[in-house]
């Protein structure tokens, strides 16, 4: 009897993409049940009551949460295609580089910038770039942050593939400008491009809608805030 895999998720979200991803790569057939934040099922809150947030895999009855918990789980237990380096060290440095994409980068952007307007975007601007380079420098010499092959710290950084283009055509601006990170926008393409990623990207028009609202309700906010 083949080991039961279900994977909560919502369509849209950038962590859930990450167990995708790694769940397509390794080959491991997995049943998906997406989730409505806004009314939560009973399973969810029952399999992440610390939290109450997806992504949640269940393996075999078994919840894990939390998206880098449910890649080091998966590369662990499916042990084909390995995500992580063998040498300590680079294992240490891809987790480092993930949790600086989520504390850093993704907050400097999706926070900082994207929902930002005029001195306070621009001072956003000068952060996100700041840690964009970084990305940029620990790309070097290499085609992928794994190195010839898509691991652990692609999947963690992917969202910028398909994300970045989706915030900069919202917000009207450019964020990663190939002249400036010539590195980073040809990972960008050669990451998006691959098969298994490119067809699990959510649906664009869907995804401009949503960070569209999200902005709008943000500078509402912020504008209603300051009167």
């Known amino acids: 009897m083949a080991e039961e895999v279900k994977l909560f998720r919502t369509w849209s979200s950038p962590f859930s993409l990450r167990i995708v991803w790694a769940l397509k790569i390794k080959g491991v057939e997995y049943e998906t049940i997406f989730e409505d934040l806004y009314d939560k099922s009973p399973s969810l809150l029952q399999y992440n009551p610390a939290h109450k947030k997806i992504p949640i895999?269940?393996?075999?009855?078994?919840?894990?949460?939390?998206?880098?918990?449910?890649?080091?789980?998966?590369?662990?237990?499916?042990?084909?295609?390995?995500?992580?380096?063998?040498?300590?060290?680079?294992?240490?440095?891809?987790?480092?580089?993930?949790?600086?994409?989520?504390?850093?980068?993704?907050?400097?952007?999706?926070?900082?910038?994207?929902?930002?307007?005029?001195?306070?975007?621009?001072e956003?601007?000068?952060?996100?770039?700041?840690?964009?380079?970084?990305?940029?420098?620990?790309?070097?010499?290499?085609?992928?942050?794994?190195?010839?092959?898509?691991?652990?710290?692609?999947?963690?950084?992917g969202w910028l593939a398909n994300f970045i283009s989706i915030l900069e055509d919202v917000a009207g601006l450019k964020i990663v400008d190939e002249d400036k990170f010539p590195l980073l926008s040809a990972w960008m393409k050669d990451f998006a491009d691959s098969p298994i990623i490119k067809d699990n990207?959510?649906?664009?028009?869907?995804?401009?809608?949503?960070?569209?609202?999200?902005?709008?309700?943000?500078?509402?906010?912020?504008a209603a805030a300051s009167k």
């Open 57 to 122: 895999l269940v393996h075999s009855g078994k919840p894990i949460a939390e998206s880098y918990v449910i890649l080091e789980y998966i590369d662990e237990t499916w042990k084909e295609t390995p995500l992580l380096p063998e040498d300590p060290y680079e294992r240490a440095m891809a987790r480092f580089w993930a949790k600086f994409g989520d504390d850093k980068v993704l907050t400097s952007i999706v926070w900082g910038v994207f929902i930002k307007e005029g001195k306070e975007q621009e």
């Open 201 to 222: 990207w959510p649906p664009r028009d869907k995804m401009i809608a949503k960070f569209q609202a999200l902005r709008d309700e943000k500078l509402a906010a912020a």
């Open 124 to 157: 956003a601007m000068v952060e996100a770039m700041k840690n964009l380079w970084l990305l940029e420098e620990e790309l070097r010499g290499k085609k992928f942050f794994g190195g010839e092959r898509i691991g652990f710290l692609d999947l963690a950084l």
